[in-house]
């Protein structure tokens, strides 16, 4: 009697509305400048509870949202008059080292996966920060600093695990409903609760990683040599560059805080520890001989290393930002990003820069999902803290700023996960490929019960 009592109350989760308990642990997001405000939110831990929430929302007239960790939460349309799942799925990341898979729980955040993987000596096409989340980066494209090696990280999703509208669970590949989980992998949601995802992994002991730091009045000189190398780079490198303006707090290092720097940074990875060296030396050496970095942290180290290299901060963090990809980078460009991000620019972001893309990204191994390669050479990222709504609106302008300053290298579309404003004309869809997602949504979800969840982003402004 007891066991049967426990398995009623853990399959019925608490719908909370506000004010009520656990509404504020459902509702909590690490980028704080957009905290939802739902109907109702639950944090379902097993697939019953999402089955429950789904028929709750269905009974009460709401709309479905979701979310893991709140990273996104800046990119997507408001959440009003939904019910808020937070999915936070009970259950360890399980690593085959045989098939290099791994199946992970929705709610995991990287830093989970990175550790399970690495006494296989294996990794995943995770992002810079640990904290991140697994389901919303992998689904959103996912850039990763592996990413010229791997391609977008939806390419690696081997399975997803669902609830759909119906309640039914499913378990979707590219044997048991190809359509479905071609529109999964980048379509921009709108699908269902997304309940585990199963992505490859791949083999690696060691890497070169870190980031070097030179003062921002070095700026010029350094894009210029790093974008000469980036051209022809070996896909092995996947590097960024960016100005970022410390601020002069005790978390910052000594050596950078309250200065503006120019900031390399990245991965290297070759099987031969020494091929990955002299790539490394080839990137480093020519950036060195232009001034001694204030601080460098390249080195060789395990791959768990990684998810530090970028410095990404904790949360939550109220974060305005904005995000481009860019079809080259010239001379002219360097002057104009300079010129709106440079030091004496007067930029309010804490950090701007652009990561490299090509590689597998612009050819990767074999088809994914509708959103499995990026025509462009550069990602552009741009992001501030807003301690009120002035710094808000202060950095929004600035955003809108630099999207002028880079607007004749500007593709026009977007990796969805790098979007932080939801509310810019983009896309990252063609009007073809968006049309058969479209139709794809229809059918799995033909009442519309997940229709807010749509990326704001999946048709592309032509
Ligand atoms: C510090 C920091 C570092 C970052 N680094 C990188 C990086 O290196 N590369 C990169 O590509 N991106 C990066 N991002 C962006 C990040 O990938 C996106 O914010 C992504 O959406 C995070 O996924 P999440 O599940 O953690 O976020 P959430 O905000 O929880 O979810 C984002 C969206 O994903 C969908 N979603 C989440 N969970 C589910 C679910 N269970 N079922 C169905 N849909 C779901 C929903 O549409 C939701 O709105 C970074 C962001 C931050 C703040």
């Not at 929430?53 to 709401?62: F, Q, S």
């Not at 960790?69 to 019910?83: E, I, K, N």
């Not at 479209?438 to 749509?454: H, M, W």
């Amino acid at each position: 009697m007891k066991g049967h009592a426990l398995t009623v109350a853990d399959s019925a989760p608490v719908i909370a509305k506000p004010g009520e308990t656990g509404f504020d642990t459902a509702t909590r997001v690490f980028n704080s400048v957009a905290i939802p405000e739902p109907a109702a939110a639950t944090t379902a831990r097993t697939v019953e509870q999402v089955r429950n929430a789904l028929r709750y929302a269905t009974e009460h007239g709401l709309r479905v949202r979701m979310h893991s960790t709140g990273h996104g939460a800046g990119a997507v349309r408001p959440v009003r008059d939904a019910l808020l799942i937070r999915t936070a799925l009970d259950g360890a990341v399980t690593v085959d080292p045989t098939t290099r898979t791994a199946r992970i729980p929705a709610g995991t955040r990287w830093e989970t996966v990175v550790k399970a993987a690495e006494p296989h000596g294996l990794t995943a096409a995770h992002g810079s920060s640990g904290s991140v989340g697994v389901v919303g980066y992998t689904l959103g494209g996912g850039l990763s600093p592996y990413g010229r090696l791997t391609g977008l990280a939806s390419n690696t999703v081997r399975a997803v695990e669902l609830v759909t509208a119906d309640g039914r669970h499913r378990r979707v590949d590219t044997e048991s409903d190809p359509d479905l989980f071609w529109a999964l992998r980048g379509g921009g949601g709108g699908f269902g609760v997304v309940t585990a995802v199963e992505i490859d992994l791949f083999p690696v002991s060691r890497v070169i990683t870190g980031a070097a730091y030179w003062p921002g009045a070095l700026a010029d000189r350094l894009l210029s040599t790093w974008l000469d190398w980036a051209r022809d780079a070996p896909a092995i490198a996947t590097t960024s560059v960016r100005v970022m303006n410390f601020p002069d707090v005790p978390d910052v290092p000594e050596a950078l805080a309250g200065r503006t720097t120019f900031t390399v940074d990245g991965v290297v990875h070759a099987d031969d520890i020494g091929a990955a060296r002299l790539c490394a030396d080839d990137l480093l050496g020519p950036l060195r001989a232009l001034g001694t970095p204030l601080l460098d942290t390249w080195q060789e180290d395990a791959p768990a290393a990684v998810l530090r290299a970028h410095m990404d901060p904790e949360g939550p963090l109220p974060i305005v930002g904005d995000h481009l990809l860019l079809h080259e980078f010239d001379a002219r460009a360097s002057a104009s990003f300079l010129d709106v991000l440079g030091e004496g620019s007067g930029s309010p972001l804490v950090g701007a820069g652009l990561r490299q893309l090509g590689g597998a990204y612009a050819a990767p191994p074999s088809p994914g999902g509708v959103l499995d390669r990026l025509d462009a050479r550069y990602s552009y990222a741009g992001s501030g803290l807003a301690a009120d709504p002035e710094a808000a609106e202060s950095l929004r302008s600035h955003c809108t700023k630099v999207r002028h300053a880079l607007a004749p290298w500007n593709t026009g579309r977007v990796v969805p996960s790098f979007v932080e404003d939801g509310t810019r004309r983009q896309g990252h869809l063609d009007t073809r490929q968006a049309v058969a997602v479209a139709r794809v949504r229809a059918a799995v979800d033909p009442e519309g019960l997940f229709r807010d969840d749509i990326s704001p982003t999946d048709l592309r402004q032509e």
